[in-house]
């Protein structure tokens, strides 16, 4: 497993270094310092993971970018401290990113890294979830958020009817997903995470409600 402490050179496994220009490297070091400065007043990351921010948050999020699908519009909901919605601006310049976070702290952190690092391609809504009109996104994203089943109907509410969901689980997924099944019926595909042996990426497409008879 790929992993850099907190005071090591940071760098990125190949099949990330191959995709990820230097320039935005140099942004995601800026992205870092900025959540451990504000880490402190707002709780964006765990208090425990700071010293491993690069592994636990920034290559976690950046992941996602040697799975996803060309995305010209892409939401990432429940944004917290941007992982990976702003990790994914930084490194897509081309495709629109909307980040959706209730919190009003977390929602001026997100302000303040899209004006230091200049991203032209963010929006931020300081929304429910449920409340953003949908957004028909290619890519719907969400890192640690809430179970599967009561997460598939906000992704669905903002996934273009051909798009793809990108939703990062921990290590209780596979009963996340028998209970989700109970409910909706979808197409998954399972990857593991390149940085943590018990996380998982679920790629899911087609999204309906499940039509069974009692």
């Given amino acids: ?10 760098d990125l496994p190949g099949e990330l270094a191959a995709i990820v220009p230097r320039g935005t490297l140099d942004k995601l070091v800026d992205l870092s310092a900025l ?7 707002i709780n964006l990351i765990g208090k425990s993971t ?10 976690d ?14 939401c990432d909901i429940g944004s917290g401290g941007g992982f990976p919605g702003l990790i994914i601006a930084l490194a897509r310049p081309e495709t629109d990113v909307t980040l959706i976070e209730s919190d009003q702290r977390k929602c001026a952190f997100l302000i303040i890294a899209k004006q230091r690092l200049d991203l032209k391609n963010v929006d931020i809504r ?5 409340d953003v009109k949908p957004l028909a996104a290619d890519t719907v994203s ?44 979808f197409q998954m595909e399972r990857r593991s995470s390149m940085t943590d042996p018990e996380s998982s990426i679920l790629i899911i497409r087609n999204i309906q ?3 069974r008879n009692p």
Avoid: Y
């Avoid at 959540?35 to 007043?41: E, G, I, M, S, T």
């Avoid at 700071?50 to 290559?59: D, L, M, N, P």
């Avoid at 300081?126 to 449920?130: F, G, L, M, S």
């Fill in 209 to 211: 409600a499940c039509q």
């Fill in 142 to 185: 969400a890192r640690a958020l809430a179970p599967l089943s009561k997460l598939l109907p906000l992704v669905k509410r903002h996934m273009a009817k051909d798009g793809q969901a990108l939703l990062m689980k921990g290590a209780n997924v596979e009963q996340e997903i028998t209970e989700a099944h109970r409910h909706w019926d």
């Fill in 126 to 130: 300081d929304e429910r979830i449920e």
């Fill in 35 to 41: 959540v451990r400065k504000w880490n402190p007043k």
């Fill in 1 to 10: 497993m790929f992993h850099v402490e907190q005071w090591s050179e940071p």
């Fill in 50 to 59: 700071e010293g491993e921010i690069w592994h636990r948050h920034i290559v």
């Fill in 61 to 74: 999020s950046l992941q996602l970018l040697s799975i996803a699908a060309p995305s010209v519009r892409w």
